[in-house]
């Protein structure tokens, strides 16, 4: 992806909207975006993301997480470091940032962060704010084995091509649900993180 960097800047929004504001605004994408759902609860949680573009020499890469088998939701699925926004992390991107380092080792120190694309809420009552960063290759993983079972890395030109996405159906509570996806190298990327990664690529086109 030619000019990457520049491109990326352009497509995300630099003001990043306070932790209060997540709740207090309907979030426009989400798992309602392809189906009629609503949240499985009324009290919403704000939750933030970091979706980390390496700078490889050969060319950037989007990292992402296998989340551990024994958690009690979205266990074994692909997902981008991150969590729910904690009274002391001072707003979503400290969220984010936090998380990353708690999860997956990357030192906040090592990215750079470009901004966010747009909230996205879940069927499990999560208002997320994916927060996109840039991170310095040199780092070394120190996976979290409690939260995550495995970590890689796609080309960037590969995950943010819209040819390779595609929209799947489910079975979900008695009714059928859509939802993006994708397949790289084993690895099945869907709900949520295939939405936001949608969304990234929709904002590069605009």
């Known amino acids: ?21 997540l709740l207090q605004n309907p979030a426009q994408i989400g798992d309602h975006s392809l189906n ?10 704000a939750a933030a993301v970091l979706v980390p573009i390496i700078e490889r020499p050969h060319g950037p890469t989007m990292l992402l997480t296998v989340r551990a088998s024994h958690l009690p939701k979205h266990s074994g699925q ?8 904690e009274d002391v992390d001072g707003g979503p991107a400290a969220a984010a940032l936090r998380e990353t380092f708690e999860e997956v080792g990357i030192q906040p120190d090592l990215v750079s962060v470009a901004g966010c694309i747009d909230v996205y809420e879940t069927v499990t009552a999560y208002r997320v704010l994916p927060v996109l960063g840039f991170v310095e290759p040199d780092f070394e993983l120190n996976v979290d084995a409690n939260e995550v079972a495995d970590v890689f890395e796609v080309p960037l030109d590969f995950i943010l091509d819209p040819r390779n996405h595609r929209v799947e159906t489910r079975q979900f509570q008695g009714y059928e649900r859509r939802f993006y996806a994708m397949d790289y190298n084993g690895y099945f ?18």
């Open 78 to 85: 692909v997902a981008f470091p991150g969590g729910k926004v």
């Open 1 to 21: 992806m030619q000019n990457y960097r520049a491109r990326l800047q352009q497509a995300v929004s630099a003001d990043i909207p306070a932790t209060l504001s």
């Open 36 to 45: 009629a759902l609503t949240p499985a609860e009324t009290d919403l949680r």
């Open 189 to 206: 990327i869907w709900g949520a993180t295939a939405g936001m990664i949608r969304n990234l690529t929709d904002r590069l086109d605009r």
